[in-house]
Each structure stands twice: as structure tokens, then as C-alpha cells.
């Protein structure tokens, strides 16, 4: 079947630890996204990318980086200039068309915690 | 600055009855809006979607009503599900192929027996 696969699940840091989150697409989608969810609060964009070794940031993309190597694969590292790090981390991926507004498919989603 | 406001946190309602989950925007320049369905520890999953030429959207058991003028839109779930129950986000996003999806903050429908 095909999806969206984010790894690890849970994952935990310690202070001034950097952690990259894993996630791998089988849709053939063009563009994939990393998303941010605080309790209350709807999703945030850290870092989107459109093509391979293309991306942008998004609107928290401070303390994070990313890499696009691959159609297939786009993790996310939190480094260690992240001051608030704890959150849900969600992963989607869209094709892309002559408008962005094509519906996203998500992953499961890391959280994050720090030790 | 919140482009996509869902005002009510949580909506309850009865098996068998009509939900409606409500979302306010800022932004005139969005035009495509899209709703989402999410269950814990999981990620959303694409529920439905309506572009701004249009003022209702159906599928099955849900409809999406859009009215520009007062920058609202509304998601209708009849007859409510206990499947149902999960957060619901609104989301929109403008006519341009560097338009990002802005979402709101969410709505936890809880369908009670």
C-alpha cells in the first residue's frame, strides 16, 4: 500500500542533542512538508519542498533543518538551536499542480520529547 | 495572527444527529479550503474539500458550506457516527502554486451514544 512512513514514533533528546526525524513517501509525490502540532494549536509549517534539492522554509523553520536528496525522503533534523523541541511532528506529501492547494497526505507522526 | 480560527475547541453530540463544525478566515486571498479528520496519535486524513466558486461541497454523510461574504465555511456531518469522534482542522490556502495550507487549531467532536 501506498504511504507515508515516519520513524521513530516516539523519540527523546537530551539538552544541546541534535535528532533527525525519519520519513519516507511510496505516493510519487512531488512535494512533502513538516508540520508542527502543539496542544491547542493547529499545524505549523517548519519546511516544505516542491522538487528534489529544493526546499523552503516555512513559518518556524528556526532550529531546523532539512534535506531533499531523494523524491522518497525528507527528514528533519532538530538541532540543538531549538529551545522548545517538544511537540507532535507530522510529515505529509501532496503532488504538485498549477496550484499548491492539492489535499496532503500525512504520516503518523513523531513526538518528540527532551529528557 | 491567526488566518484560520475554529473557535470552539470541542462539540458534542448525540449518535444519529447532525454535527457542525464551524471555521472563520482572515485572509481574503484564500480560496480553496480543506478539512481534515484526525485521531490521536495519528496523522489528519483528507475529509473534504470546496474551492471559493463554489458555495457547497457533498460527500456521503458530509458537506462543506462556503460563504465568502462572511468569510465562514461549515462542515455538516448527518447522521454523526461514533467513528466520528475524532479533532477536525479546517485549512485554506490561496490561488498560486507557492501558496502554502494554513490550518486552524482544531475541533474535538465527541459523538455520545
Known amino acids: 500500500d501506498g504511504g507515508i512512513t515516519q520513524s521513530p514514533k516516539y523519540l527523546f533528546r537530551k539538552e544541546g542533542q541534535n535528532v533527525t526525524l525519519s520519513c519516507e513517501q511510496n505516493?510519487?509525490?512531488?512535494?512533502m512538508y513538516w508540520y508542527r502540532q502543539d496542544p491547542g494549536q493547529g499545524l505549523r509549517l517548519i519546511y516544505y519542498?516542491?522538487?528534489?534539492?529544493?526546499?523552503q522554509k516555512g513559518d518556524i523553520a528556526e532550529g531546523y533543518s532539512v534535506s531533499r536528496e531523494k523524491k522518497e525522503s525528507f527528514p528533519l533534523t532538530v538541532t540543538s538551536a531549538q529551545k522548545n523541541p517538544t511537540a507532535f511532528y507530522l510529515c505529509?506529501?501532496?503532488?504538485?499542480?498549477?496550484?499548491?492547494?492539492?489535499?496532503?497526505?500525512f504520516g503518523d507522526g513523531t513526538r518528540l520529547s527532551i529528557l | 495572527d491567526q488566518q484560520v480560527k475554529q473557535n470552539s475547541p470541542s462539540l458534542s453530540v448525540q449518535e444519529g444527529r447532525i454535527s457542525i463544525l464551524n471555521c472563520d478566515y482572515t485572509?481574503?486571498?484564500?480560496?480553496?479550503f480543506l478539512w481534515y479528520k484526525k485521531y490521536p496519535a495519528e496523522g489528519p486524513t483528507f475529509l473534504i474539500s470546496?474551492?471559493?466558486?463554489?458555495d457547497k461541497n457533498e460527500d456521503g454523510r458530509f458537506t462543506v458550506f462556503l460563504n465568502k461574504s462572511a468569510k465562514h465555511l461549515s462542515l455538516h456531518i448527518v447522521p454523526s457516527q461514533p467513528g466520528d469522534s475524532a479533532v477536525y482542522f479546517c485549512?485554506?490556502?490561496?490561488?498560486?502554486?507557492?501558496?502554502?495550507?494554513?490550518f486552524g487549531s482544531g475541533t474535538r467532536l465527541s459523538i455520545r451514544p
Open positions: 505529509a506529501s501532496s503532488t504538485v499542480g498549477t496550484r499548491s492547494n492539492q489535499p496532503q497526505h
Open positions: 505516493l510519487n509525490h512531488d512535494a
Open positions: 519542498s516542491q522538487i528534489v534539492n529544493d526546499f
Open positions: 485572509n481574503s486571498m484564500f480560496d480553496y
Open positions: 470546496i474551492s471559493s466558486i463554489k
Open positions: 485549512a485554506a490556502s490561496g490561488y498560486s502554486s507557492a501558496s502554502k495550507i494554513i
